[in-house]
């Protein structure tokens, strides 16, 4: 019936392949498709930043893209982040800051603040702030987040 | 929302792409970066029946010098530019608009070229076009069409594009020696769209403004330079007199509309605003003092 395709990616470093419609959103291609259900999935217009996952390692909206976009690409996902029961150091520090409560939003900050570290490893708070302002949280007021990305970005222990 | 269905098309090369343009007739749409484009069609406020991802296509992507000016392939990601030295150095005014456009993982996809074509009226990368008078290099199966920003951005959302023909680059000239610019803005949160934004760039000689340059987004329904208030600034020091008049001029020359963001009256005092501030910075950075 319909027009589907083959689409093979790297996620976290493993070789995956789905059948994907063309309109199908590479949010929905993780999570429905691949099983990947860490990406959260929001408001799906690009502005709450959930779904934040890189892409030959930059951060992106996977919500703003299609799946048969992603043909070949490397993406990285929240899974992919701790290293078995260890979490990511990142991850030990948004616990740390209490950078979470409900944890929906997690995901698309993770994923945001290491991009954002990566890209510009000065940033002032001031800088961060405004960076982190890429992805919605309704419950922490931020501070914990701000702190846990600022110990991140020094390089401190978690 | 989910998008409806399209048929898809990634084509390799720009004449493949150019012929699909041409033979999908006005339902065919371009995906570029997708940042504008895939919201739409998630709230199915658009439903193209054919969708054209120029991802692929080979040439028209990268930053080159071509001697007074700067070719940008329209597939640039707006990150890319963000990061480029020599948009730094040769077109200040853009690099700094460029850090305005959204957020990080926005630009990471977002394209100069997409920015252009979409004319959204409160985008940065059209109010740059217009107040450097960059040239939109268009190709179609008939040719090539090259435009100047004073007649491709035409309205809201609305350019000279032909529906056969696709944006492959924008020139943006460089800022000539002893010139400064700066771009301000205005909006609710970082990464929103703009309330107001002004675009500035100002070339002194001799401690006198030799040549001025402003634009807006967010205070009309296409950028336009504001020729009333460069004249004001010509020929004179730049000085903070000078300056609230020319911001006076453009606050009274834009055409804001209203919503519910903001609305019409507290834009134009933004327009003001952003004005001075956006001039004070370029005259600054040209080496006059503030």
Do not use: W
């Not at chain 2, 329209?74 to 963000?82: F, H, K, L, S, Y």
């Not at chain 2, 020091?237 to 903001?262: F, T």
Request: charged letters at 25%; proline letters at 4%; hydrophobic letters at 45%.
């Amino acid at each position: 019936m319909s027009d589907t395709r083959s689409v093979t990616v790297t996620v976290n470093g493993e070789r995956r392949t789905g059948e994907a419609e063309p309109r199908l959103l590479l949010s929905d291609f993780l999570r429905e498709t691949l099983g990947l259900t860490g990406t959260h999935v929001g408001c799906e217009h690009g502005i709450c930043g959930a779904c934040t996952v890189h892409v030959d390692g930059e951060a992106v909206r996977s919500c703003l893209m299609f799946a048969v976009q992603a043909e070949g690409a490397e993406i990285a996902t929240v899974e992919g982040l701790a290293d078995g029961e260890t979490l990511h150091r990142l991850q030990q520090l948004f616990s740390k800051h209490r950078a979470l409560q409900c944890g929906f939003c997690t995901p698309g900050m993770l994923m945001t603040a290491l991009d954002l570290v990566r890209h510009r490893p000065d940033m002032t708070e001031a800088e961060i702030r405004s960076g982190m302002a890429a992805v919605l949280c309704r419950c922490t007021g931020y501070e914990g987040i701000v702190h846990a990305v600022a110990e991140y970005a020094s390089g401190g222990e978690a | 929302m989910k998008p409806p269905r399209f048929d898809y098309h990634a084509p390799e090369s720009l004449e493949e792409a150019l012929d699909l343009l041409a033979d999908s007739g006005p339902d065919a749409r371009i995906l570029a970066g997708g940042q504008s484009l895939v919201p739409v069609l998630n709230f199915r406020l658009a439903r193209p029946g054919v969708l054209i991802d120029i991802n692929r296509v080979t040439g028209i992507a990268g930053i080159g010098d071509a001697g007074d000016r700067l070719t940008i392939g329209a597939m640039t990601r707006q990150r890319e530019i963000e990061v480029s030295e020599t948009v730094a150095r040769a077109a200040p005014l853009l690099h700094e608009a460029t850090g305005h456009v959204a957020h990080l993982p926005i630009r990471s996809r977002g394209t100069i070229g997409g920015s252009m074509a979409n004319a959204d009226p409160a985008a940065e990368d059209p109010a740059v076009a217009a107040a450097l008078e960059a040239t939109m290099v268009c190709r179609s199966r008939r040719g090539e069409r090259r435009i100047a920003a004073a007649g491709f951005f035409v309205d809201v959302l609305t350019t000279a594009l032909e529906p056969d023909e696709m944006l492959v680059a924008v020139e943006i000239p460089k800022i000539p020696a002893g010139a400064g610019a700066a771009f301000a803005e205005i909006s609710r949160r970082d990464g929103d769209f703009a309330l107001a934004g002004v675009a500035a760039q100002i070339a002194l000689a001799n401690g006198r403004v030799s040549d001025a340059r402003i634009s807006a987004c967010g205070l009309g329904p296409a950028p336009v330079r504001f020729r009333e208030a460069e004249e004001i600034l010509l020929d004179g020091a730049c000085e903070p007199a000078a300056i609230a008049a020319a911001a006076a001029s453009v606050a009274a020359a834009c055409d804001p509309h209203g919503d519910v963001h903001a609305s019409a009256a507290y834009r134009r005092q933004l327009a003001e605003a952003m004005t001075r501030r956006a001039l004070a910075s370029a005259r600054e950075r040209a080496g006059g003092s503030a």
